[in-house]
Each structure stands twice: as structure tokens, then as C-alpha cells.
């Protein structure tokens, strides 16, 4: 049986650290995944970490996801979904989707009603993409912008771009050309 973590940003920092450890010790990669290395930046930035472990208590993927309180306009607060990681050996088997559904729910409790990212490998994407996320054209850093609706708020952005979107909603084959294509982490950056 399957168990999901959820590592508070401030008083986990300790477990966080070796947990993101242990996955960069199981990926065995030639060099730490980009979204491992930078895991210790979004903990500085607030983002809690959802873990979700195997029946052994290994990690096999994992979420950052800080979840926003402002409320200057109609678009907030936001989720920002800093990063997501899944060990290569475990990949495409519904643990990121399934650990993603932990974070929405929370997300939506906490009363986000959006969750934003930038997505920069053709497997983030690929993710989005599974999660119906809205997609929203490339940044200069070879990322695709995500700026989706979360469950209640549906009706509220019929026709509406978010701020900071840098082009209009892609469509699904604009979206499969940079999967195919490859993103920022794709190509070593």
C-alpha cells in the first residue's frame, strides 16, 4: 500500500532535504535532475513538498507546490506548482497524477483558484497535458506557461487570459509540437 507525505516548508526542512536525497541517490543519473537540485529553492520560497512512498517507504515522486494567500485581483490566490519529479524507473504508472489530485484537493480547501507553473520538460508538459491543464504559450526560457482553473472556479475565466500569460491558450497540437519538441530541461539548461 501507497502512502502520500506532506512536508511542511518551515518545520520539515530536515526531512525534505533527505528525502530529495534518497530520490537523487535512487534516480542514479549522471547529474542531479534539475527539479531535485532546485527543490531546496521553492522550500526557501514557502512551497510545501507532497512525497508520495511506496509499501517500503521509498519515494517515488514528488510535488512542490506553494500555496498563495494574496488576493489583489479576481485571479488570485494562486497554487504555484513549482516542481514535480518521478524516478525514471517509475514513470508513466499515475504516481505524479495521483499525488497531483492530493495537492488540488488541498489547494482547493485552502481556497486557490488557480494553479499556475512553468512547465520546461517534455514530461512536466506531458503532465499538465493528463491534468487537462490550460497551457499558455512559451517563455523566453523555453517554458510553457500553465495557468489552469482549479474545481469550483470554472465559470469565472470563460474568455479571459491570465496576467503574465506570454501568448493565447495552445491547443493540443500545439502542445503535443513541444512535447515532441523538447523544453528548457530537455536539452541540458
Same mark, same amino acid.
Given at each position: ?87 525514471? !524507473?517509475? &514513470? ?9 489530485? /492530493? =495537492?488540488?484537493? $488541498?489547494? +482547493?480547501?485552502? %481556497? ?17 497535458? !493528463?491534468? &487537462? ?9 523555453? /517554458? =510553457?506557461?500553465? $495557468?489552469? +482553473?482549479?474545481? %469550483? ?37
Amino acid at each position: 500500500m501507497y502512502s502520500i507525505k506532506v512536508y511542511d516548508p518551515v518545520a520539515d526542512k530536515i526531512e525534505i532535504g533527505a528525502v530529495i536525497k534518497e530520490m537523487a541517490l535512487l534516480a542514479n543519473e549522471p547529474k542531479r535532475h534539475p527539479v531535485l537540485a532546485e527543490t531546496g529553492l521553492y522550500v526557501f520560497w514557502g512551497a510545501t513538498v507532497y512525497v508520495y512512498f511506496d509499501e517500503d517507504d521509498v519515494p517515488l515522486s514528488m510535488n512542490c507546490t506553494k500555496f498563495g494567500k494574496r488576493k489583489k485581483n479576481v485571479w488570485e490566490p494562486y497554487g504555484n506548482w513549482y516542481g514535480a519529479y518521478t524516478l525514471p !524507473a517509475h &514513470r508513466r504508472m499515475g504516481y505524479a497524477y495521483r499525488l497531483y489530485a /492530493e =495537492v488540488e484537493r $488541498d489547494l +482547493v480547501k485552502a %481556497g486557490c483558484r488557480r494553479i499556475k507553473s512553468l512547465a520546461g520538460s517534455s514530461a512536466g508538459l506531458g503532465l499538465h497535458r !493528463a491534468l &487537462r491543464h490550460q497551457c499558455w504559450g512559451l517563455t523566453a526560457e523555453n /517554458e =510553457v506557461f500553465v $495557468d489552469s +482553473v482549479l474545481p %469550483g472556479h470554472e465559470g469565472k475565466y470563460t474568455g479571459l487570459t491570465p496576467p503574465q500569460a506570454p501568448g493565447n491558450l495552445m491547443t493540443s497540437k500545439e502542445v503535443d509540437f513541444f512535447i515532441k519538441k523538447g523544453l528548457r530541461y530537455d536539452h541540458g539548461k
